[in-house]
């Protein structure tokens, strides 16, 4: 619900346990968890990534048996029931799976609210064996209109590298939104949070962005996953979560996704994202980073 500039949301990140190959249950399963954390009051939510056909793809034919386009027109059998939950439930569902565009294969995430889908993202930084199976995605990060604030979406590894978050926010996004399949990382130290939640901790703070990452649980085809699902808040900090490693869970937040432009203005000098120095890193490095676009941000 949006009242004046506030844009107040429950956001439900699912936690759950696929099974490679198991496509019917598997999304048969989400719409159980979907009906959960709509319950509990959620109004956008997001799951796992390749979340209804599982990850550990034996060969590019697994994998192109399971995904599905998501073109107008054309969506399979996931994308159809999960549209339909979401025009009954009235809710915002960003959900990992395999998309098909002719003979292409992306590791992508939907898009879809009442009214139907509305995108997609394809993870631009594939992770191990996804590239004998995917291509890197080719769209960019498209930000979509909601009516409680602007969702962008990055898919796993895309968010070991700091260029994503002000993709996302000099875009216009308030929330990015992370379909993930988090595996453990070497020498993680005991004590310490997982790598992934750090990452998501400081791109949300650096950046002035609300994070909600959907990670899964489970071993796969002898592949752990790490569960530790998160709703990170736009000053960094952990709104909800980390959640468990093992078992699946629907961690659940209310935010106020208006704060994550308020909360970018850091003192009366220090703006996240003004502040930065595109000149500099160019001239000193060769590097390329974006230029703040000259709307507000």
């Not at 769209?139 to 604030?149: L, S, Y």
Request: net charge negative; with cysteine; hydrophobic share 45%.
């Amino acid at each position: 619900m949006t009242t004046g500039n506030e844009s107040r949301v429950s956001v439900a990140c699912i936690q759950m346990q696929p099974e490679v190959g198991a496509k019917a249950r598997n999304v048969a399963h989400s719409v159980e968890l979907i009906e959960q954390a709509h319950a509990r009051g959620a109004r956008l939510i997001v799951l796992p990534e390749l979340c209804n056909s599982g990850y550990v793809f034996e060969s590019r034919e697994e994998a192109f048996s399971l995904s599905e386009p998501l073109a107008d027109g054309e969506t399979g059998e996931t994308i159809r029931t999960w549209s339909a939950l979401a025009a009954r439930l009235g809710v915002t569902l960003v959900a990992g799976f395999a998309e098909r565009e002719g003979d292409a294969l992306y590791n992508a995430a939907a898009v879809i609210g009442p009214r139907g889908v509305l995108g997609g993202y394809r993870k631009m930084h594939l992770w191990g064996d996804e590239h004998l199976y995917f291509e890197p995605g080719n769209r960019g990060m498209p930000v979509f209109h909601t009516p409680f604030g602007r969702v962008a979406c990055a898919i796993c590894y895309d968010i070991w590298f700091p260029e994503v978050f002000p993709m996302a926010a000099t875009g216009g996004a308030d929330i990015l939104c992370v379909p993930t399949n988090w595996v453990p990382m070497p020498a993680q130290p005991a004590g310490l949070p997982v790598m992934a939640n750090l990452l998501a901790m400081a791109g949300a703070h650096s950046n002035g962005l609300f994070v909600a990452a959907a990670n899964r649980v489970g071993v796969e085809r002898g592949q752990p996953f790490l569960g530790c699902s998160l709703i990170v808040d736009a000053h960094g900090w952990p709104a909800a979560g980390p959640a468990s490693p093992v078992e699946q869970e629907i961690l659940v937040a209310a935010l106020n996704l208006a704060d994550a432009r308020r909360n970018r203005q850091l003192n009366t000098f220090n703006h996240v994202l003004r502040d930065r120095r595109p000149d500099v890193y160019r001239r000193s490095s060769g590097y390329d980073p974006f230029v703040l676009p000259a709307r507000p941000c």
